[in-house]
């Protein structure tokens, strides 16, 4: 396991005043972000590659991470790397209780703090990750520093470009910034053979619901945020999940509200829901603590019948505000918060929890299916 006598000291500064002291991993640079957390017990590599941690500080909340290492990346095919969602990290550091310094699995690519030391990724070990993630939960829209021993606040990496021009001392919030651009690819890509054609937006999309596309017999077109939604031809359309507030995503709420007119079936994923949610005239509010980890319950309306999701959001859909053409398909379990919504009449749905979950629950994965046999 890590050995921490050997390593430089390091700080977590939280919003709230509250410092912790801990020692460096990774990278050796100072970094700010949202502060969000993950009860996974697995699937870390997944949660730092996934675009939707962009500009956050993830949190693990298991007592150890990094003991089977990092899965290899297949760059010829990416829809092989398994333990993937992305070519890179996307979190803006890390905070873990401990890490393991080998691998031995016979799957492993590379330790965990060299994969973080290659991508310029710090992070911070040997604090009580579960005090922290209650610190997460009872507080209202919490921001953190980890800041190395002698590392000054404006030597930031400068790594996403949203992070570019800040205050020094500022704490950095991604939801101030359009970080598509960021997260979405730069061109049109074909993926799979299927008979039915996928017109997925990337949002930030992550790799295993194009895996799941795929195997089950779709094509899929990858398209950018800023796409002229008119040239595409295609069965149906997802519009992919990703970080930051929905409202803050340039013209692509109008450009779905023009898909809305049409017939062909629609699916959003996270903060593809938000956004098709505001595009049907729905209203979206910034949550107080946001939802987060892998054991969200949520119910199915209006059978009741309880699912667990993989969550990590901080904006909900007011329920008040759903229009009347379209029902309330899913909502959480603790807080009845809106979880889904399903138009009455046309082949429209969407859902905040993640159905394509890698790691976490896969209870909900039989939504890619209905949305597919829409098609």
């Known amino acids: 396991m890590i050995n921490n006598l050997k390593r ?40 730092m590659s996934d675009p939707s941690y962009i500009g956050q500080i993830l949190v693990f909340s298991f007592c150890l991470i990094g003991n089977y290492g990092v899965p290899k990346l297949n760059t010829e095919n990416f829809l092989l790397s398994y333990g993937h969602e992305s070519f890179s990290i996307k979190t803006q550091g890390i905070v873990a209780s401990e890490i393991f310094d080998e691998c031995y ?16 990724v710090p992070g911070i070990v040997g604090i009580d990750t579960r005090y922290l993630v209650q610190t997460i939960r009872n507080t209202k829209n919490l921001f953190g520093w980890i800041v190395p021993e002698g590392c000054k606040k404006e030597n930031t990496i400068k790594k996403f470009p949203f992070v570019e021009n ?9 939801s101030k910034f359009n970080l598509m651009p960021t997260v979405s690819c730069y061109e049109r890509k074909i993926l799979g053979t299927g008979k039915k054609k996928v017109a997925v937006v990337d949002c930030g999309v992550k790799w295993n619901i194009l895996r799941m596309l795929a195997d089950k017999g779709c094509q899929i077109e990858l398209i950018p945020w800023n796409t002229d939604f008119s040239t595409i031809e295609a069965d149906g359309w997802l519009i992919s ?33 938000q956004i098709i949610s505001l595009a049907s005239g729905a209203k979206i509010k910034k949550m107080p603590y946001g939802h987060r ?13 309880a699912f667990m999701t993989s969550q990590n ?38 859902v905040q929890f993640h159905p394509e979950a890698s790691s976490g629950p896969n209870d909900t994965g039989w939504i890619l299916t209905e949305f597919i046999k829409s098609l």
């Open 8 to 47: 430089k000291k390091a700080v977590l500064e939280l919003s709230n005043g509250m410092k912790f002291e801990g020692k460096l991993i990774g990278y050796d640079a100072a970094v700010s972000g949202e502060m969000v957390f993950n009860t996974g017990m697995l699937g870390y590599s997944e949660s």
């Open 105 to 120: 699995h016979y799957g492993s690519g590379i330790p965990i703090e060299q994969w973080m030391i290659e991508q310029k």
């Open 166 to 174: 800040f205050k020094k001392d500022e704490y950095i919030d991604p």
């Open 241 to 273: 999940n990703g970080p930051g507030d929905p409202r803050n995503t340039g013209d692509l709420v109008e450009k779905v509200k023009v898909l809305l007119q049409g017939n062909k079936p629609i699916l959003g994923i996270c903060l593809g829901h």
């Open 293 to 305: 980890s892998h054991n969200q319950p949520v119910f199915i309306i209006p059978e009741q019948k």
């Open 313 to 350: 959001h901080s904006y909900t859909v007011d329920v008040s505000t759903i229009p009347p053409n379209w029902n309330l398909w899913f909502e959480n379990a603790n807080d009845k918060g809106v979880e889904g919504i399903k138009n009455k009449t046309k082949p429209f749905m969407s």
